[in-house]
């Protein structure tokens, strides 16, 4: 069997080829511009150098570069190489820092064993984790224009940015874009009439409550406002509707991503085991399979594996009679963010994620603390699904028997108490007044006055 060892830049590849004594075999260099196929070469290259090259282990500090992926899918075994780990080898070794020296000392760690298997997920989990990684930048470039907008209208006109308040989505709403796209300045606004700015409405797709939503949005801007010169709104103006295209860009691109992303996850054959879980939508439920993979026991091996690896177990220092528990920041920050969000959600979905947090709380834990906790738990609990392919139950999860007395419940508060009901009841027995006034009242729906004030559903 041989080892090799492979030291990457952007314009070439050096490899160092040994035998299980640490003899070199051979040294070469494929240069990207020159070779069009640098795995072709690469086994040109490994073709003489032994009867059983085929079986040869390349070891490669980054095993993501498009060299190493291709490799891999050839058929050809790649470990990866901690870099850090070969600095100190290096160190030790007393090498000098060069290609080629790097290479042969990648080459000896691999023989040596210093490295990682590279365990890969199946194709249609790689094309997930692609698509994830590509909706989460879209989405941020979707927060960053939000946010670009927001400060260019505090500049010049405050009162657009409270118009749509953010409930329905603030600025990024389809409707506070097309009003702002046709008057982007408080002069062009208050020139706006109730007919424009309903046909703008209708327009951006609503349909209901158009023309009081129109007469609403008139009132706002023929309010008296602090106004610029003519030329330098102008300019604001003209900014803003810049801005303008590119929030109407990134919301277009974040949603088209959006649904690319829920078709690959509902394709793969894991969907039903990570949708079981409660409170885990769409996409929650793509980036946490995107980030573990379809292969967590040849990937990770245990569950605790996984829980590090996810940074959702703090890492123990120990000196003398002194030990205290850290962060661990060696982890996977997208895998830890999604399940701090995974976490938060279960708290209102599930009975027993409810019941282990407020377990924690009471136990002194800070909030962030006992969402970890809870998180690691979630984790845990959804590598034991993967592996046997069974799915989520909220119950063994979280050990308590459902049909028992004291069993954990997710308390269900109604929306309006027997005072708010009465005084409710009192309002619609006046005359003149609506279902619909009330329920504004009180901001409620209307089908919750027709549900629990008058006991009938809306017809």
Same mark, same amino acid.
């Given at each position: 069997?041989?080892?090799?060892?492979?030291?990457?830049?952007?314009?070439?590849?050096?490899?160092?080829?040994?035998?299980?004594?640490?003899?070199?075999?051979?040294?070469?260099?494929?240069?990207?511009?020159?070779?069009?196929?640098?795995?072709a070469?690469?086994?040109?290259?490994?073709?003489?150098?032994g009867?059983?090259?085929?079986?040869?282990?390349?070891?490669?500090?980054?095993?993501?570069i498009?060299?190493?992926?291709?490799?891999?899918?050839?058929?050809?075994?790649?470990?990866?190489?901690d870099?850090?780990?070969?600095?100190?080898?290096?160190?030790?070794r007393?090498?000098?820092?060069?290609?080629?020296?790097?290479?042969?000392?990648?080459?000896?760690?691999t023989?040596?064993?210093?490295?990682?298997?590279?365990?890969?997920?199946?194709?249609?989990?790689?094309?997930?984790?692609?698509?994830?990684?590509?909706?989460?930048?879209?989405?941020?470039?979707?927060?960053?224009?939000?946010h670009?907008?927001?400060?260019?209208?505090?500049?010049?006109?405050p009162?657009?940015?409270?118009?749509?308040?953010?409930?329905?989505?603030?600025?990024?709403?389809?409707?506070?874009?097309?009003?702002l796209?046709?008057?982007?300045s408080p002069?062009?606004?208050?020139?706006?009439?109730?007919?424009?700015?309903?046909?703008?409405?209708?327009?951006?797709?609503?349909?209901?409550?158009?023309?009081?939503?129109?007469e609403?949005l008139?009132?706002?801007? %023929?309010? /008296?406002?602090?106004? #610029?010169?003519?030329? $330098?709104?102008?300019?604001? =103006?003209?900014?803003?509707?810049? *801005? +303008? &295209?590119v929030?109407?860009?990134?919301?277009?691109?974040?949603?088209?991503?959006?649904?690319?992303?829920?078709?690959?996850?509902? %394709?793969h /054959?894991?969907?039903? #085991?990570?949708?079981? $879980?409660?409170?885990?939508? =769409?996409?929650?439920?793509a980036? *946490? +399979? &995107?980030?573990?993979?379809?292969?967590?026991?040849?990937?990770?091996?245990?569950?605790?594996?996984?829980?590090?690896?996810?940074?959702?177990? /703090?890492?123990?220092?120990?000196?003398?009679?002194?030990?205290?528990?850290?962060?661990?920041?060696?982890?996977?920050?997208?895998?830890?963010?999604?399940?701090?969000?995974?976490?938060?959600?279960?708290?209102?979905?599930?009975?027993g994620?409810?019941?282990?947090?407020?377990?924690?709380?009471?136990?002194?834990?800070?909030?962030?603390?006992?969402?970890?906790?809870?998180?690691?738990?979630?984790?845990?609990?959804?590598?034991?699904?993967?592996?046997?392919?069974?799915?989520?139950?909220?119950?063994?999860a979280?050990?308590?028997?459902?049909?028992?007395?004291?069993?954990?419940?997710?308390?269900?508060?109604?929306?309006?108490?027997?005072?708010?009901?009465?005084?409710?009841?009192?309002?619609?027995?006046a005359?003149?007044?609506?279902?619909?006034?009330?329920?504004?009242a009180?901001?409620?729906?209307?089908?919750?006055?027709?549900?629990h004030?008058?006991?009938?559903?809306?017809?």
């Amino acid at each position: 069997m041989l080892v090799a060892g492979c030291d990457w830049s952007d314009r070439w590849l050096d490899f160092t080829v040994i035998d299980r004594s640490g003899t070199v075999l051979g040294e070469t260099r494929i240069v990207y511009a020159e070779s069009p196929d640098p795995i072709a070469c690469y086994r040109e290259f490994l073709a003489p150098l032994g009867r059983r090259w085929r079986a040869t282990v390349t070891g490669i500090e980054d095993v993501n570069i498009l060299f190493a992926r291709a490799l891999a899918a050839s058929g050809m075994e790649v470990v990866h190489v901690d870099p850090t780990r070969a600095s100190r080898h290096r160190v030790a070794r007393g090498m000098s820092k060069t290609d080629r020296a790097d290479a042969r000392l990648i080459a000896l760690m691999t023989l040596e064993g210093a490295y990682r298997p590279l365990v890969a997920s199946s194709p249609e989990a790689q094309a997930l984790r692609i698509v994830a990684h590509a909706h989460r930048t879209a989405v941020t470039n979707r927060a960053e224009a939000l946010h670009r907008l927001r400060a260019a209208l505090m500049r010049i006109w405050p009162a657009a940015v409270s118009a749509w308040p953010a409930n329905v989505g603030g600025l990024r709403n389809p409707q506070a874009r097309a009003v702002l796209a046709a008057a982007p300045s408080p002069r062009a606004a208050a020139r706006l009439d109730r007919t424009s700015l309903a046909a703008l409405l209708a327009t951006a797709g609503r349909k209901r409550t158009v023309r009081d939503e129109a007469e609403r949005l008139r009132m706002i801007f %023929a309010r /008296p406002v602090m106004l #610029l010169d003519r030329h $330098v709104e102008a300019a604001e =103006a003209l900014r803003i509707g810049h *801005l +303008l &295209a590119v929030l109407d860009h990134a919301v277009r691109r974040a949603d088209d991503l959006q649904r690319d992303l829920e078709q690959h996850y509902t %394709a793969h /054959p894991f969907h039903p #085991l990570v949708n079981a $879980v409660p409170g885990v939508g =769409a996409v929650l439920g793509a980036y *946490l +399979l &995107a980030e573990i993979g379809d292969r967590p026991l040849q990937r990770f091996g245990s569950g605790r594996s996984l829980a590090a690896y996810a940074g959702v177990a /703090p890492v123990t220092w120990a000196s003398g009679q002194t030990e205290r528990a850290a962060f661990r920041r060696a982890s996977s920050k997208y895998l830890r963010s999604t399940l701090h969000t995974v976490a938060f959600s279960m708290v209102s979905h599930s009975p027993g994620a409810q019941a282990y947090y407020s377990t924690r709380r009471s136990a002194g834990d800070a909030h962030t603390t006992a969402l970890r906790k809870l998180a690691r738990k979630i984790v845990l609990c959804l590598y034991h699904c993967m592996v046997s392919h069974r799915p989520f139950e909220d119950a063994i999860a979280f050990g308590y028997d459902p049909a028992a007395d004291g069993a954990p419940s997710l308390p269900r508060r109604a929306p309006l108490d027997g005072e708010q009901i009465a005084h409710a009841r009192d309002m619609l027995a006046a005359p003149g007044t609506t279902v619909t006034a009330v329920a504004s009242a009180f901001g409620v729906s209307t089908q919750t006055i027709y549900r629990h004030v008058l006991g009938r559903p809306r017809a």
